[in-house]
């Protein structure tokens, strides 16, 4: 069985912080590219950041720059999102992925999807 598995979504008011977290089962996640995307009601699936496998190098999304910081613990087998500063705009569900890393990740070339977890950014 291969899976990813999000948690640490809920409901956090503007401004605020959330800390997203994707644990790995069935594969070794460092061994792969791994990106976080979002899709908001009636948008499009996009990519949010990414870390790649090789080096370490991260990317991020113009949207999200300077404000989220994507992470790897290999010891616990896990991806981390930590999301500061954060606006409705950034109401989405989140997903963890694995299977791709670049300037601007694409949900088509992802080989492996988590079930998604919901951010809510509200007053």
């Known amino acids: 069985q291969v899976q990813l598995v999000e948690s640490g979504g809920g409901l956090v008011q503007p401004g605020g912080s959330l800390r997203l977290s994707c644990a790995a089962s069935g594969f070794t996640l460092d061994y792969y590219d791994t990106a976080w995307f979002r899709q908001g009601p009636g948008k499009e699936r996009e990519g949010v950041s990414c870390?790649?496998?090789?080096?370490?190098?991260?990317y991020y999304a113009d949207s999200v720059k300077g404000r989220f910081t994507i992470s790897r613990d290999n010891a616990k087998n896990t991806m981390s999102l930590q999301m500061n500063s954060l606006k409705p705009e950034d109401t989405s569900v989140y997903f963890c992925a694995a299977g791709v890393c670049s300037k601007s990740p694409r949900p088509e070339e992802v080989g492996s999807w988590g079930q998604g977890t919901q951010v809510t950014v509200s007053s």
């Open positions: 870390i790649r496998s090789r080096d370490g190098s991260t």
